[in-house]
């Protein structure tokens, strides 16, 4: 079975600082890890993704995330916090033929 | 541009009600899913469906059931609405099966139950 875990439901960052949200994964054959964002009253909509091949992998909107093997984590980065980042953010995986699994998502705040 | 399209964004319904929710993709993709979000508990998945006229129950089936007549529509039903169904259900599509292919979601329908 596969699931994911998001540490921390709410981030607060200042505009300009840097942005940490942590996923850890479990799974028992090669994942691939997704991150999503929702801004309010949407949908979700794909930041980035790892599907095996580099292990560092860039996104839209300046956001990054680094497959760590020996951590089984895949933590989202970006090196200065605008306020339109202000959003939620999930971490999905899924390995072999099956749907998706999300975690529960980290609100992110950025404070001017 | 890829779109997949819910056609209800507020509901209210009253207990016992049975509430249908629209969702269309026209990517021509072949699966599609339905999945539930709460605050706290992130998205869930109901249903999903890899092809016409087939289903498959996720991790919360219990409650709900779906239909998909045609590869472009994917529908889920509550058959007797509860309160504990009130929840923002998000559609979503992807061309295959294929692990590595992209979910486009829909915009969401906030289904409130009274």
């Known amino acids: 079975a596969q699931s994911v875990t998001q540490l921390g439901s709410h981030v607060s960052v200042s505009e300009g600082a840097l942005v940490l949200l942590r996923c850890n994964y479990s799974?028992?054959?090669?994942?691939?890890l997704f991150w999503y964002v929702q801004y309010p009253n949407q949908g979700l909509q794909l930041l980035l993704k790892?599907?095996?091949?580099?292990?560092l992998v860039k996104g839209i909107n300046g956001f990054e995330a680094e497959f760590k093997k020996s951590e089984t984590s895949f933590h989202l980065t970006k090196p200065s916090a605008h306020m339109s980042d202000a959003a939620e953010y999930f971490c999905a995986v899924n390995s072999g033929n099956t749907p998706l699994v999300f975690g529960k998502g980290t609100r992110l705040s950025v404070i001017a | 541009d890829v779109k997949v399209t819910q056609s209800s964004r507020y509901l209210v319904k009253r207990t016992g009600e049975k509430v249908f929710l629209e969702c269309v993709q026209d990517?021509?993709?072949?699966?599609m899913f339905w999945y539930r979000q709460d605050p706290g508990l992130g998205l869930r998945l109901i249903y999903f469906?890899?092809?016409?006229?087939?289903?498959e129950k996720g991790d919360i089936p219990e409650g709900y059931s779906v239909s998909r007549e045609k590869k472009e529509r994917f529908s889920l039903i509550l058959e007797s609405a509860s309160t504990n169904q009130t929840s923002m259900y998000l559609c979503a599509s992807k061309p295959t099966a294929a692990n590595t292919g992209e979910l486009f979601f829909g915009e969401g329908s906030r289904l409130t139950v009274l």
């Open positions: 790892y599907t095996s091949a580099a292990t």
């Open positions: 799974s028992s054959v090669p994942p691939y």
């Open positions: 469906s890899y092809d016409v006229k087939m289903k």
């Open positions: 990517m021509d993709h072949e699966n």
